[in-house]
């Protein structure tokens, strides 16, 4: 039976920034793979006495990010304090931005972006067994790397639509050079709001899935979420709002921890770290050194090279190739149709075979330039293919179709490769076609 429910989902998108230092120190912001415990110094360890101090580049990246979504930048913005007790934590709060953040507002397509801020991130717990003692250690390198948190307004009602979004979202802060937004290294990190709503309405709770790190598990985890409220729900219980992890193998959430509310947090200013305040210059000026975008890439390779929409969105997924395609375009000086430079990287890979696009039109040119065989070169190789292969003739008179690929092989074989194939294919089926 169709539920009659339907899911009301908020998203919460963190990024972390491409920055070369960590959010308020100089340790370097690199953290994956390094040696645990390498790239720490008194501010990101939280030592008493130790001043932070604002890195601009991950602010102005975070700005750049807002405007691409469409956001307003607010003039004047801070850091704040939110007091959470966590081991990965070790100040026992985290410098985050509440009322004030930099970027409010926004819309992408039709959703509705609510804010953009940056915030420190955590270290990261790692959980190991060893003679069979189970132990969490404690990896500080992640410590306060620059964090970027989109949050969205409770618009989705699908998963399809969800991972459609979040995917673009990725590609928006791929396009803008501030993350490679890699979630199997955890520099994207997933998160849902989910409640069920009998009538359209916001519900008077949420339940929150924490940090899935993949499309296919987010996917998973909503679906697995609005099953198990749909039978709380049916069986007249009332859901609290919680926070919830997915567990992979039993496809079930689980309960991490009952939700705070943000009075939970005990925010209150920065004392450490001034405000920061843009001009209207300021901000226009970003704004002005924004690259195309995605959407508007589709639109103009749509309106300038006229090739399928599928071929575009392969292109424009990846950015270093779409840039290699139009290189590619502006050296062929219109010998070639920018289509014929699309198919033959996208179905033949031929871009792989050449580093730089000059050496892939030179490539293309010389294929072009094949003199393809006469009209009656091919008419001769096609009777002399029929007569030496009997067998297979009489096979695709009985109706094996196949063997037409078989015969066009051996035409090319007696013309050294330059028949031309659709004139082959249609000269062979006329002469199969005319012998019944």
Do not use: W
């Not at 890195?55 to 607010?74: C, P, Q, R």
């Not at 026992?92 to 970027?103: A, E, G, T, V």
């Not at 039978?231 to 919830?244: C, D, N, V, W, Y």
């Not at 995605?294 to 390779?301: L, M, T």
């Amino acid at each position: 039976m169709e539920s009659k429910l339907t899911p009301i989902i908020g998203l919460e998108v963190h990024i972390e920034l491409a920055t070369k230092s960590k959010l308020f120190c100089g340790c370097s912001a690199d953290h994956f793979g390094k040696v645990p415990n390498t790239q720490v110094c008194p501010v990101c360890l939280g030592l008493p006495g130790a001043l932070p101090y604002t890195n601009y580049d991950a602010v102005i990246s975070t700005v750049k990010f807002g405007l691409a979504m469409g956001s307003e930048i607010n003039k004047f913005s801070k850091f704040d304090r939110k007091h959470y007790f966590y081991p990965d934590l070790p100040k026992s709060y985290q410098i985050s931005q509440y009322d004030l953040p930099f970027c409010v507002g926004g819309s992408f397509g039709d959703k509705r972006i609510r804010r953009v801020h940056l915030e420190e991130d955590t270290g990261k717990l790692v959980h190991e067994t060893v003679g069979g003692v189970k132990s969490s250690l404690i990896d500080f390198n992640r410590s306060s790397v620059p964090l970027m948190e989109m949050v969205t307004e409770p618009d989705f009602h699908d998963t399809e639509r969800v991972v459609s979004f979040l995917k673009e979202v990725q590609l928006i802060a791929r396009y803008l050079g501030i993350s490679n937004a890699d979630m199997e290294k955890g520099s994207m990190r997933l998160e849902a709001n989910i409640s069920l709503s009998p009538d359209g309405s916001l519900p008077d709770y949420k339940v929150e899935l924490k940090n899935i790190n993949s499309f296919r598990f987010l996917d998973k985890a909503i679906k697995a979420e609005i099953v198990r409220q749909e039978k709380l729900l049916s069986a007249g219980e009332k859901i609290p709002q919680e926070t919830r992890g997915y567990d992979e193998i039993k496809q079930t959430t689980y309960l991490q921890r009952v939700k705070e509310e943000a009075n939970d947090y005990r925010y209150f200013p920065e004392p450490d770290l001034p405000p920061i305040r843009f001009t209207s210059d300021q901000i226009e000026n970003l704004r002005s050194q924004l690259p195309e975008l995605p959407k508007e890439k589709r639109e103009r390779f749509e309106k300038e090279y006229r090739i399928s929409k599928d071929f575009i969105e392969i292109l424009v997924s990846d950015l270093p190739r779409a840039e290699y395609f139009e290189q590619s375009v502006k050296l062929d000086n219109g010998r070639n149709l920018p289509k014929t430079i699309a198919d033959l990287m996208i179905n033949k890979k031929l871009d792989e075979q050449y580093p730089e696009p000059a050496g892939y039109v030179k490539r293309i040119v010389e294929i072009s330039n094949v003199e393809y065989s006469s009209g009656e070169e091919v008419e001769n190789a096609v009777k002399s293919v029929l007569m030496e292969n009997e067998k297979a003739v009489a096979d695709y008179q009985a109706g094996n179709g196949n063997v037409i690929g078989f015969l066009i092989g051996m035409v090319q074989k007696k013309l050294q490769g330059h028949g031309n194939a659709q004139a082959v294919r249609e000269k062979l089926l006329e002469r199969l076609q005319n012998d019944r």
